[in-house]
């Protein structure tokens, strides 16, 4: 995060527990309103019913009681009026200097828009509930002072009227006070790769404490939709890092949404089986698919080499040359190993050639490397002499770690990794084989997953089935969010945006996005703004 960006967030911080002060004081006073209003009711009833006998007395009392709250109601208006604009202004300052720069931040806008439907009608019934109770106390103790002296008319005319139209600038107050009545409970979901997390990151540090903190809030539950693997994957990177106690609100979608698991209060992980029943593969058909696989890997082999040689990039830049080699096969223990034997022979060829060879930490399917080219020898020359060694290491000594395999991941097969520029032509060939298969009666379906994977696994489940899954299994209704980076058109978040009530928030981008879906830019910063944002809404933030 930029030194810009940092002290913005502090100013944020500084002017969000200002606003939470004043709100807190704009709370006291409606407490001490309430409670005067209560003492002078019961006060004023309890004189009147001991003078039933004597109207004229009667009528005194109830009057001088109108008077008295009118003498509470006025000033405590008064200053939750103050309190109000201080806090708008407070507000403005904050979404027009502050959000605006900040990706994400500007979520109470989109919050808003959301939640406005729900806000508007507890806003209304509070407004008018007020408004009735002005006028018809004004209307009694105008009664009241008409039984005995007609020219006192005048005094709690005046006093209504001062109250009506103090009640009609309490508006912004009103607004929020609907607002946080209104936000009871949430369900998060999100994708994780480039959504929640970069493609290599693991959960940690400000984001996990985000996310502890609205799960503790107990109003949260959080679901997490992924396409990727969870066994070797997602679970250390998402779930893991989540303390046990909290993992109960949490729920996880992996591997194409072809497994779902819940947690039990202990955070002990448990697969749901009534979810899994409905995806299984039928009786034999995984069988009959892999070997379809197998034979269509032996006939690419064929007929595009380039599969199974992965792209090696370099870039040449101030005397360096900066060499990726990707994606690469790391699917199986032996091949990770595989992958750390490649890694050295890359290097020790390198450092024959190149002076300070360095590592770059990246992905697991990419090997990154730079190093510097010594004097007088020609870069260009290099790169060449480079790529070559690379390609020919791999297809002599590591052919395994460029070829993709067929993964049985229980209720999916995948095969991985492919390249992206050959990924959408060899689907078309397998789309052909596993829906052409009389025996399988079209009930696969074939599908993009990740960045380097094609999917198998029974046709319709996909993030959109997830999701349904998710609502049917609430007890009541909530509010749903749902945070993407791939709506476009082939992406695998976009059947989500057709999920009844849920409201898509796409972090990768706005174009060709499907109608209703919220877009921001900036990846996993813009979750975590959000997810802040949210959590500020949560703690009674709202403006
Ligand atoms: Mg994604």
Redesign the pocket.
């Known amino acids: 995060m930029s030194g810009d960006s940092t002290s913005r967030l502090e100013e944020y911080r500084t002017l969000r527990s200002e606003i939470l002060a004043k709100q807190g004081q704009r709370v006291q006073v409606l407490a001490f309103n309430v409670a005067a209003f209560g003492a002078i009711i019961v006060a004023t009833a309890q004189k009147a019913i001991t003078s039933l006998s004597n109207p004229t007395e009667g009528a005194l009392i109830v009057f001088s009681g109108s008077v008295g709250h009118f003498a509470v109601l006025v000033p405590s208006i008064y200053f939750t009026i103050r309190h109000s604009q201080q806090i708008s202004n407070i507000g403005t300052y904050i979404i027009d200097f502050i959000e605006s720069k900040d990706e994400g931040l500007n979520w109470h806008t989109h919050w808003r828009k959301i939640r406005a439907p729900r806000a508007r009608t507890a806003l209304a019934l509070i407004y008018a509930g007020l408004a009735t109770v002005n006028l018809a106390l004004s209307l009694l103790a105008l009664y009241c002072v008409g039984l005995l002296i007609p020219s006192y008319y005048v005094i709690p005319i005046i006093l209504g009227l001062i109250s009506l139209l103090l009640t009609s600038n309490l508006w912004p107050f009103f607004k929020s006070m609907a607002e946080m009545a209104s936000f009871l409970e949430l369900l998060l979901a999100s ?5 929640l997390l970069a493609s290599h990151e693991f959960l940690g540090g400000e984001l996990l404490a985000l996310i502890c903190k609205l799960l503790e809030s107990g109003r949260i539950r959080l679901a997490i939709i992924t396409g990727n693997d969870y066994e070797k994957l997602q679970r250390q990177r998402v779930v893991e890092p989540v303390p046990e106690a909290l993992r109960k609100n949490l729920v996880v979608y992996s591997d194409g949404c072809t497994r779902k698991l819940t947690f039990t209060d202990k955070g002990e992980e448990v697969e749901s089986r009534d979810y899994h029943k409905q995806i299984a593969f039928e009786h034999g058909d995984k069988e009959i698919i892999k070997d379809l696989l197998a034979l269509q890997l032996k006939e690419w082999a064929r007929s595009y080499p380039d599969l199974h040689i992965p792209d090696v990039e370099s870039q040449l830049s101030n005397g360096t040359i900066q060499l990726a080699v990707g994606p690469l096969n790391v699917n199986q223990p032996e091949l990770e190993a595989q992958r750390d034997k490649f890694q050295e022979r890359i290097i020790q060829e390198l450092r024959q050639k190149c002076d300070k060879v360095q590592l770059v930490p990246s992905d697991k399917l990419w090997l990154r490397v730079h190093c510097k080219v010594r004097e007088g020898n020609s870069l260009s020359g290099l790169k060449g002499i480079i790529e070559t060694s690379v390609r020919e290491l791999l297809s002599a000594d590591f052919p395994d770690l460029s070829r993709p395999t067929i993964i049985d991941r229980g209720q999916q097969l995948a095969l991985k990794p492919v390249k992206a520029d050959l990924r959408e032509t060899l689907i078309g060939h397998i789309k052909d084989k596993v829906c052409g298969d009389r025996r399988l009666k079209g009930q696969y379906g074939v599908l993009v997953g990740g960045r380097t994977t094609i999917d198998i696994q029974k046709y319709g489940v996909d993030k959109a089935f997830a999701m349904k899954d998710l609502k049917d299994s609430l007890d009541h209704q909530e509010e749903i969010l749902y945070f ?3 709506f476009g058109e082939q992406g ?2 976009r059947p989500v945006a057709d999920v009844e009530g849920v409201q898509c928030i796409s972090v ?1 981008g706005g174009e060709n996005l499907p109608s209703g879906v919220i877009a921001l830019d900036g990846g996993p910063a813009a979750t975590k703004a959000c997810l802040r944002s949210i959590l500020w809404a949560l703690t009674g933030c709202s403006r």
Do not use: A, E, F, L
Request: charged share 35%; proline share 0%.
């Open positions: 994708d994780v790769d480039n959504t993407g980076d791939s695998n978040d990768g």
